[in-house]
């Protein structure tokens, strides 16, 4: 979200790191099935509600019970959007940025990650394989479908001093060029109130910090101390998922990082960690087990049997997503939580006190699991 992945407070790479060829132009597969009227428009859209309403959706409310103007599925179209935006925060992408991928994703798949559209377009933003946007199976990961976007929103020169449409069609190149327009107010709407739900995100137009560089994958032998004191259920000042880390430990990386602030539960499931039945937060298995189950990773239940999934290593060599145990022993450990990178640990560590992000150098590590 995606983390968290996602990362969500959440997690930033530098749009100056971003490489690679540019990328070649999707074609929309519903764009090419109507015809946009610059009449049609979404209008009077109620930023308040939707904001309620995304809310109560991300918080797990039954989505079949909340109702959105012009999302008929908010089940499937909300994650989806949480993910675009959340991609946009990690790449350093401005809100305007965010906003013109919501509405391309609007116009081209109604935010469904879709399995077919015109000719070989695919997922979220209809790219296609045969234009050089990546493998099928690549496109229809949300994630990776919405870097790409941004990267190629990225080398349009001038495009944060363009309109929506004209950003969105630089990118697509439809041959329905106006048809981005009638989406941007709930694209707008639908930014804020996702934006929202991150720590110490909503308010910021850009997650950029040029302070800290990002740092690469490998061998990390940061102890994380030059972050000085972490404020419990903070992201500390200038951190950034390390470019490299594998997709689906950012996915994991950032929804763990969404629930920063909320309050730990022993025997919590952490299924719904902000909502109001306790028994629904998180405990330090159950935040590793929900936040690698974001990313398509089944992990078990407890830290008796965390310790023994993927596979182990050194404590000496650890990438971002790898799963730390301490206290206890290193066959029967009693605590884990999820290494970010640049010796920085999250966890949900124990009663009265939040998830929140800590210090390596503050762990015993015991053992330590790769399971991606």
Known sequence: MKGLAAGIGVVFLSPLLLGGTAMMMATSSEAAQTAASPLDCVSDVDTSKITEQVTKI?????????????????????????????????????????????????????????????RDSLGLFQQRPSQGWGTAEQIQDPVYASEQF?????????????????????????????????????????????????????????????????????CDTADGSSFGPIPEGAVPKGYKIPNGTDPRARKAIVWAMQQLGTMYQWGGSCTNPHGPDAMARCDCSSLMQQAYMHAGITLTRTTYTQVGEGKAISPKALRPGDLLFSRGTAARPDHVGMYLG???????????????????????????????
């Not at 010796?343 to 150098?361: C, D, S, W, Y």
């Open 342 to 372: 640049e010796g920085l640990v999250i966890e949900a560590p124990r009663t009265g006190k939040p998830v929140r992000i800590t210090p390596i150098k503050d762990w015993d590590v015991l053992a330590a699991r790769r399971v991606v």
């Open 150 to 218: 941004y990267k190629a929103l990225l080398k349009v020169d001038g495009w944060q001093q363009l309109t929506v449409t004209q950003a969105a069609q630089a990118v697509q190149k439809s041959g329905y060029p106006t048809a981005y327009a009638k989406w941007e107010p709930l694209a707008t709407a639908l930014q804020k109130a996702i934006a929202a739900t991150f720590p110490d995100t909503g308010n910021k137009d850009t997650g950029k910090d040029d302070e800290k560089p990002a740092t690469t994958t490998g």
């Open 58 to 118: 991300l918080d797990g409310a039954d989505a079949s019970k909340v109702h959105i103007k012009d999302l008929d599925r908010p089940g499937e179209q909300i994650p989806n959007a949480q993910t675009i935006v959340a991609t946009g925060i990690s790449l350093d992408v401005p809100k305007r940025g965010q906003v013109i991928a919501l509405a391309t994703a609007l116009q081209e798949s109604r935010l469904r990650n879709l399995g077919s559209g015109d």
